[in-house]
């Protein structure tokens, strides 16, 4: 096969600024047509105009491409003509569904030079470098639920957690592989004393995947003690393994005590390889700066590189980060354009 297909998704709000400057590093990495890039025009405006979320006929090409790369998706909170999580469960949460991408990775460290929110006797010369192995397809993300009786003061409304055998072991375990490429630590985060049902059967995979794993040391954390040592002692983490809603919240803190929302990427990952992987940053389409330049890439830059290692081009992918690395270190607290930033990582390649 030619030139690999890469579907671009900018989305909404500072989506496609920062999508922009993920390509430009791109392409100053691996050369204006390394890839086959189109470009897809989805969300709040395409909705407003049109009505159509996300047709079946750009699934069926979406499905054909390589990888993805996306944006944010979300209308600003307070815009009434667009219902709540139409897009976001129409077109992001239909993509990972769709397309099986059940490992969420989501990496967090600190850079050398990088102002953190955190006392500096947390750090203490200490490595803060972590990856969260968010569980992508199941949890309180399936929809399983309903109203009734809606409008009334006898109004019930349930989100139901969906837990199975089959997707909560094989998060676990691609966690615990992942484990033995770094420093063979993983820490379980769930509720297991208040969530019994889902609890026990994550811990009871999580113990009987660890037999597999002696090298691996294990560690477990209930979600709300896991918040106050991500705040007070990130170093103590390597791999963490979780749901898909505590992976959610507790990846938006990873990103602020690690430097910034902006800095924290992500892939969602289809580790069997028969559906395309889609590459994103954490954050989302920060309505409030948005089309004001104001918006920091480098998490859009870094999807970039975790979507270059997916392909195969660690040299292109460790180059970027390499860029990346130095740029923090120079820009320190200095705030630059989005496109300045993408302008300055990518002089670097
Ligand atoms: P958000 O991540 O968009 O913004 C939270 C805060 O972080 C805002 O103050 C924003 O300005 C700031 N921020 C975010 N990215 C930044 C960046 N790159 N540089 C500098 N500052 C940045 O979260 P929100 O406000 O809860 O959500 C806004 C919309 O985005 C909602 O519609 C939500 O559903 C959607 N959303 C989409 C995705 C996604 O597409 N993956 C992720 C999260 C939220
Ligand atoms: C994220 C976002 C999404 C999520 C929303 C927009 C569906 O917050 O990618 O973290 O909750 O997964
Ligand atoms: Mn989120």
């Known amino acids: 096969k030619s030139k690999p297909t890469l579907a671009v998704i900018g989305g909404d709000g500072i989506g496609p600024e920062v999508v922009a400057e993920g390509l430009k590093v791109l392409d100053a990495v691996a050369g204006a047509d390394a890839f086959e890039k189109v470009d897809y025009d989805l969300g709040a405006e395409r909705w407003l105009r049109t009505g159509e979320v996300l047709p079946d006929s750009v699934v069926e090409e979406l499905k054909r491409a390589d990888v993805i790369l996306l944006g944010a998706v979300g209308a600003a909170p307070g815009d009434t003509r667009i219902p709540s999580g139409i897009l976001e469960r129409g077109l992001l949460l ?3 569904f769709l397309f099986d991408h059940y490992v969420n990775l989501r990496p967090s460290k ?3 030079g990088m102002p953190v929110p955190l006392a500096d006797h947390v750090i203490d010369g200490k490595t803060v470098d972590f990856l969260i192995v968010r569980e992508g397809t199941e949890g309180l993300y399936c929809g399983n639920g309903g109203v009734v009786r809606q409008g009334t003061q ?5 989100e139901v957690s969906v837990n199975t055998a089959l997707g909560v ?6 966690a615990f592989i992942r484990a033995t490429k770094r420093r063979n630590h993983i820490t379980l985060v769930h509720k297991h004393n208040v969530l019994v049902n889902a609890g026990g059967l994550w811990r009871r995979y999580f113990e009987t995947i660890a037999a597999e794993f002696p090298q691996v040391q294990t560690d477990y954390l209930h979600i709300d003690a896991a918040t106050i040592f991500l705040a007070t002692d990130p170093a103590r983490f390597d791999v963490i393994v979780t749901d898909n809603l505590f992976g ?6 990873a990103g602020a005590v690690t430097g910034g929302i902006g800095l924290a990427a992500s892939g969602n990952i289809n580790p069997e390889g028969i559906f395309p992987s889609m590459f994103e940053p954490v954050h989302g389409s920060a309505p409030d700066i948005a089309g004001q330049q104001l918006a920091d890439p480098t998490a859009a830059i870094l999807s970039t590189a975790m979507m270059l290692d997916h392909l195969g081009r660690t040299d292109e992918a460790r180059r970027v980060e390499e860029a990346v690395n130095a740029d923090i270190i120079e820009r320190g607290r200095d705030r630059r354009s989005t496109a300045g930033v993408g302008d300055a990582i990518a002089a670097r390649l």
Do not use: Q, S, V
């Open 94 to 96: 239909r993509l990972r």
């Open 248 to 253: 959610d919240i507790l990846t938006d803190l």
């Open 169 to 174: 072991e094989r998060i676990i375990r691609d």
């Open 154 to 158: 006898n109004e019930i409304a349930t």
């Open 110 to 112: 600190i850079y050398p």
